[in-house]
T-cell receptor
Framework: TQLLEQSPQFLSIQEGENLTVYCNSS?????LQWYRQEPGEGPVLLVT?????EVKKLKRLTFQFGDARKDSSLHITAAQPGDTGLYLC??????????FGPGTRLSVLP | EAQVTQNPRYLITVTGKKLTVTCSQN?????MSWYRQDPGLGLRQIYY???????DKGDVPEGYKVSRKEKRNFPLILESPSPNQTSLYFC????????????FGSGTRLTVV
């Protein structure tokens, strides 16, 4: 069974600070995705990474896929209260049994 | 607007009373899936469907049924709900077997008393 771990589990920071959250596995994935979920709503896709070493940027968010395609990181620059939410990573191997990590709950205080 | 629509958003029912949660997508996606989300356990896949008339078990299928008679609809059926099925349920759809990302519905919060 493929498992994804995320760290930290909880993170509370002040507006303007930078942060990095991590998604790790002992398994290789063909693609990995990051989602953000707000309370009472469904997760919303932020990015998909498919190539080892790939870096994608989405405004103040930078996503990196590990060279071995087993891990990923999400870095947020100058966090804002609107970044508050649950960040989920998810991996799949060519569409087989999609796996989600437990999430990192981020709180950005004004 | 491209979306996944779940109904109802909230449901309180009693043990043993059959219920169906509907899910419909308007993006012509082949792949659809049901998840439940519980505190401390994250999102766990219940059932998924690769296409019409093709369904398969996920990680936690016990106590649930699904059907995929049409491409757009993927209902979740609880034949005899029990309190341990109290949870937040999400339907999701994607093209290419999920590899390009899911579109999730807004969720159904189910309470079984």
């Amino acid at each position: 069974t493929q498992l994804l771990e995320q760290s930290p589990q909880f993170l509370s920071i002040q507006e303007g600070e930078n942060l990095t959250v991590y998604c790790n596995s002992s398994s290789v994935f063909s693609s990995l995705q990051w989602y953000r979920q707000e309370p009472g709503e469904g997760p919303v896709l932020l990015v998909t990474v498919v190539t080892g070493g790939e870096v994608k940027k989405l405004k103040r968010l930078t996503f990196q896929f590990g060279d071995a395609r087993k891990d990923s990181s999400l870095h947020i620059t100058a966090a804002q209260p609107g970044d508050t939410g649950l960040y989920l990573c998810a991996g799949t191997n060519y569409g087989q049994n999609f796996v989600f990590g437990p999430g990192t709950r981020l709180s950005v205080l004004p | 607007e491209a979306q996944v629509t779940q109904n109802p958003r909230y449901l309180i029912t009693v043990t043993g009373k059959k219920l169906t949660v509907t899910c419909s997508q308007n993006m012509n996606h082949e792949y659809m899936s049901w998840y439940r989300q519980d505190p401390g356990l994250g999102l766990r896949q219940i059932y998924y469907s690769m296409n019409v008339e093709v369904t398969d078990k996920g990680d936690v299928p016990e106590g649930y049924k699904v059907s995929r008679k049409e491409k757009r609809n993927f209902p979740l059926i609880l034949e005899s709900p029990s309190p341990n099925q109290t949870s937040l349920y999400f339907c999701a759809s994607s093209s290419h077997s999920g590899a390009n990302g899911y579109t999730f519905g807004s969720g159904t919060r189910l309470t079984v008393v």
